[in-house]
Structures are given as structure tokens and as C-alpha cells.
Nanobody, 125 residues
Framework: QVQLVESGGGLVQAGGSLRLSCTASTGTINYYAMGWFRQAPGKEREFVAAISWNRAVTEYAESVKGRFTISKENAKNTVYLQMNSLKPDDTAVYYC??????????????????WGQGTQVTVSS
């Protein structure tokens, strides 16, 4: 059983930065691939970024490549999403997920077993 808690969301102006954190309050994420997804009002949940269990492989949605960076710090049982050059289109609730069955990264949200409660990111123009 893994319980994930996200933090770091907030209101920021376009062009600004935020760093989201996702910490496992119970269990460990050291051996799991982790992903970040987001959901804007009226839209489906979409893939943002993922990192393999050993941090060797990362994958990003085209819309965030070059602006967002996912990282994983096993000693702190935490995965991060550094978001730079934010745009109003990045406004959404951001969720982290743990894929406990696959070591490889995946952009398919249905493969993730555990989710956090989400953190709101709002980018003003």
C-alpha cells in the first residue's frame, strides 16, 4: 500500500516557475515508476511526465518538453516536477501516480495503481 501526497501547487504568472512534490507517506516508491498527470476543468486526465524506477529513463508530453523536468529522490521517497516557463494552458490539477507493476515508464494513466489527491496549479496571463 502506497499513499501519495502532492504539494507545491499555487497561483503563478505566465513565465513563472513552480516545483511540485509527491511524497509517499506510507510505503516506498524506490522500486516503482512514477508519473505526473494533469486534469483541467472539462478535460480528460492527460500525461505530463514519467520516470523509471531507477531514474534512468524519463518521458515527457510534447507540450511540456524543454519546460518541465521530472526527478526522483529515493532517499526522501519523493518525486518532483520542476515546471518552468509556465503558460495559462498549464492550469490544471496535477496528480502523481505510482506504477507498481512495471519498471518502464508509461504515459497510460490506467497502468498506475496509486494516486495522490492532486494539487492545483493556476497560471495567470
Amino acid at each position: 500500500q502506497v499513499q501519495l501526497v502532492e504539494s507545491g501547487g499555487g497561483l503563478v504568472q505566465a513565465g513563472g516557475s513552480l516545483r511540485l512534490s509527491c511524497t509517499a507517506s506510507t510505503g516506498t516508491i524506490n522500486y516503482y515508476a512514477m508519473g505526473w498527470f494533469r486534469q483541467a476543468p472539462g478535460k480528460e486526465r492527460e500525461f505530463v511526465a514519467a520516470i523509471s524506477w531507477n531514474r534512468a529513463v524519463t518521458e515527457y508530453a510534447e507540450s511540456v518538453k524543454g519546460r518541465f523536468t521530472i526527478s526522483k529522490e529515493n532517499a526522501k521517497n519523493t518525486v518532483y516536477l520542476q515546471m518552468n516557463s509556465l503558460k495559462p494552458d498549464d492550469t490544471a490539477v496535477y496528480y502523481c501516480g505510482a506504477d507498481t507493476k512495471n519498471y518502464a515508464v508509461s504515459s497510460n494513466w490506467s497502468l498506475y495503481d496509486y494516486w495522490g489527491q492532486g494539487t492545483q496549479v493556476t497560471v495567470s496571463s
